[in-house]
């Protein structure tokens, strides 16, 4: 802890400058000597002690301790440069205190917003901080080294070499949090996460507050990891089976809108089928009556015959003519009616003999009031049997047509229930496999797990090292449309670029893969000179630098970031967020053009 031994009032406990023998606050005529920590006294005092040491480098220049306590003043004054001054000369003459390096590299950082420091600074700043701590552990040493990182290399999007910041914050948390609040004193910081992670060395902020927004001290691992790395698992069968069965069935039904492998046949009703035959036999048997009246009256192949028709005996005949003449009929009379029903008798027996030689006797029809018989005959000739069937055709016709519907009916009712059967099977099947296929958060998190290691495949495919990278590798990904596989493959393909930030030059990496397949072959890779980037532009989503263009994607499926290490979105070394890459492609690309001019 940086001392210096001042005179002090015993009685208000002021510093006062060297020689005093009064308090200028109180009068008190009391001074003792004590140690105070020389970037904590006022400004007024700091300039009356540089007097008085520098009256004692200037009778002995090897005065390590005057020199010391010097570089701490001017320190305090916030005058950067004659602090680092007489620091150098004090670590010249005592290379073996730690703590003179410590306060030199928080010189070189002079007040200024570690993120736009040259880079040659920075490197200084870590070269004395790292020989502090090889020296002596401290949390101060351990946190200004970790700011130094975070607000340089991390702001600007570009490779930590050596210990992370959060690996050094972690580190420093193993330490007494002293005088830390040099560090915020004497340099502009810009990331809320470094404020946080001194909060948290302080005491200011939890280590509840660490896991839920900032530095997670206690490496707690997150529920989230146990899902990646169990979904991580999936075999390209089970991923595909996702795929196939990503949706769940649609139940079968009935309907023409309704898709061919839920679409249930209609079996068909006997008696919606009797119904309507029974009406189309009502229209065809009125087309053969008409058929019939026609070849009738025509005489194409029927005739007809009328005759009396006697169906009581004679006596009862007798009395019904007397009871129509009112009168008793005479013998002669009644001779007469018997001789006339013997002679029709004859006829009729006569006439149906000769048409039975040349007709077949289709039907007959008694009338009772007229006391006829009418006969309807076919002849028994060629024509007569055309007539017939042309008479009789659309009842021959409705027939054979029914006896067919009804056929028809009973092989669609036994197609209709195997099909149905076949359906509800089928849906039964697909319902089962949909609900044991892999959930959509498990597919989301095997992509991501695979994407997350995307950048370290590439990198040994293509034989290069995180090590020859200059700047933070920039990692772009997204769904593109392929349906080749089937309509539920919609987003079953993703396709990344990774962008890599060189010595000399820009690579870009394009690759795709199928989530159902394994690992696909080495993307390509195309590169550019940092001589041949006339600008970087970056408009919206659109990344150029000479004739490379970007496109980032509106929603990624996996972005990096550098806030909390229990994701596998964390890295040091990749990111995310075009705006930031950007930042750092202008950099490297400046200090390039300032290397080649200047050799």
């Known amino acids: 802890?940086?001392?210096?031994?001042?005179?002090?009032?015993?009685?208000?406990?002021?510093?006062?400058v060297p020689g005093s023998l009064a308090c200028e606050y109180c009068g008190n005529k009391n001074i003792i000597k004590s140690k105070r920590n020389p970037l904590k006294i006022t400004p007024k005092v700091a300039n009356e002690y540089i007097a008085f040491y520098a009256k004692k480098t200037k009778k002995n220049p090897k005065d390590v301790d005057s020199l010391y306590a010097m570089g701490l003043l001017y320190l305090n004054?916030?005058?950067?440069?004659?602090?680092?001054?007489?620091?150098?000369?004090?670590?010249?003459?005592?290379?073996?205190?730690?703590?003179v390096y410590y306060y030199y590299a928080l010189a070189l950082l002079a007040g200024k917003n570690v993120k736009t420091m040259p880079a040659s600074e920075v490197g200084r700043a870590e070269q004395y901080l790292g020989t502090?701590?090889?020296?002596?552990?401290?949390?101060?040493?351990?946190?200004?080294?970790?700011?130094?990182?975070?607000?340089?290399?991390?702001?600007?999007?570009?490779?930590?070499?050596?210990?992370?910041?959060?690996?050094?914050?972690?580190?420093?948390?193993?330490?007494?949090?002293?005088?830390?609040?040099?560090?915020?004193?004497?340099?502009?910081?810009?990331?809320?996460?470094?404020?946080?992670?001194?909060d948290i060395l302080t005491g200011a902020a939890t280590?509840?507050?660490?896991?839920?927004?900032?530095?997670?001290?206690?490496?707690?691992?997150?529920?989230?990891?146990?899902?990646?790395?169990a979904a991580y698992n999936l075999t390209a069968a089970q991923r595909r089976h996702f795929y196939d069965y990503r949706f769940e069935p649609r139940k079968p039904e009935y309907g023409s809108n309704v898709l061919e492998e839920a679409r249930l046949r209609p079996k068909g009703s006997y008696f919606v089928l009797a119904l309507q035959r029974t009406w189309r036999f009502a229209l065809n048997l009125l087309l053969a009556l008409a058929f019939f009246t026609v070849c009738l009256l025509a005489g194409w192949g029927f005739d007809t015959t009328e005759h009396p028709l006697y169906r009581m005996s004679v006596e009862r005949t007798v009395e019904l003519k007397e009871a129509e003449a009112?009168?008793?009929?005479?013998?002669?009379?009644?001779?007469?009616?018997?001789?006339?029903?013997?002679?029709?008798?004859?006829?009729?027996?006569?006439?149906d003999s000769l048409m039975a030689a040349t007709h077949i006797r289709l039907m007959s029809e008694k009338d009772g009031k007229k006391q006829v018989e009418n006969v309807l005959w076919l002849k028994?000739?060629?024509?007569?049997?055309?007539?017939?069937?042309?008479?009789?055709?659309?009842?021959?016709?409705?027939?054979?047509?029914?006896?067919?519907?009804?056929?028809?009916?009973?092989?669609?009712?036994r197609a209709a229930s195997i099909h149905n059967l076949s359906v509800w099977e089928s849906y039964a099947l697909a319902e089962e496999l949909y609900r044991t296929k892999p959930t959509d958060t498990q597919i989301i998190l095997f992509i991501q797990c695979f994407l997350s290691t995307a950048v370290e495949t590439e990198l040994a495919r293509h034989g290069k090292s995180e090590n020859d990278l200059r700047g933070k590798t920039l990692f772009l990904n997204d769904f593109f449309d392929y349906r080749e596989d089937g309509p539920n493959y919609g987003d079953s393909a993703v396709e990344y670029k990774i962008v890599l930030l060189e010595a000399d030059s820009v690579s870009v990496i394009t690759n795709d893969w199928r989530v159902y397949e394994d690992a696909p072959e080495a993307g390509t890779i195309e590169s550019i000179s940092y001589s041949d980037i006339k600008g970087v532009k970056l408009t919206g989503k659109h990344l150029s630098f000479g004739e490379i263009t970007i496109e980032?994607?509106?929603?990624?499926?996996?972005?990096?970031?550098?806030?909390?290490?229990?994701?596998?979105?964390?890295?040091?070394?990749?990111?995310?967020?075009?705006?930031?890459?950007?930042?750092?492609?202008?950099?490297?690309?400046?200090?390039?053009?300032?290397?080649?001019?200047?050799?």
Request: charged share 25%.
């Open 380 to 413: 028994k000739s060629a024509g007569g049997t055309i007539w017939f069937i042309i008479v009789c055709s659309p009842l021959w016709l409705w027939l054979i047509i029914t006896m067919s519907a009804f056929v028809r009916l009973r092989e669609r009712r």
């Open 77 to 99: 004054l916030k005058n950067y440069e004659l602090a680092r001054h007489s620091l150098r000369d004090a670590i010249d003459r005592s290379p073996l205190d730690a703590e």
């Open 132 to 198: 502090a701590i090889r020296m002596e552990t401290r949390c101060k040493y351990l946190a200004l080294l970790a700011v130094v990182k975070q607000e340089y290399y991390i702001q600007n999007q570009l490779v930590v070499q050596g210990d992370t910041p959060r690996s050094l914050f972690e580190q420093a948390m193993n330490y007494s949090p002293d005088e830390l609040d040099e560090i915020t004193e004497h340099c502009i910081l810009c990331s809320t996460d470094t404020r946080f992670n001194l």
């Open 1 to 16: 802890m940086a001392q210096l031994e001042i005179l002090q009032c015993s009685g208000c406990g002021s510093p006062l």
């Open 207 to 229: 280590l509840d507050d660490a896991r839920t927004g900032g530095l997670d001290i206690q490496g707690v691992e997150s529920p989230g990891m146990k899902e990646c790395e």
């Open 326 to 351: 009112g009168k008793k009929l005479t013998a002669a009379e009644c001779a007469a009616l018997i001789g006339q029903m013997t002679r029709d008798s004859i006829s009729t027996a006569r006439q």
């Open 552 to 599: 980032a994607p509106e929603e990624p499926i996996f972005e990096y970031q550098d806030d909390d290490p229990a994701y596998i979105t964390f890295s040091n070394t990749c990111t995310s967020d075009v705006r930031q890459f950007a930042v750092a492609l202008r950099r490297l690309q400046t200090a390039y053009k300032n290397r080649t001019q200047t050799n």
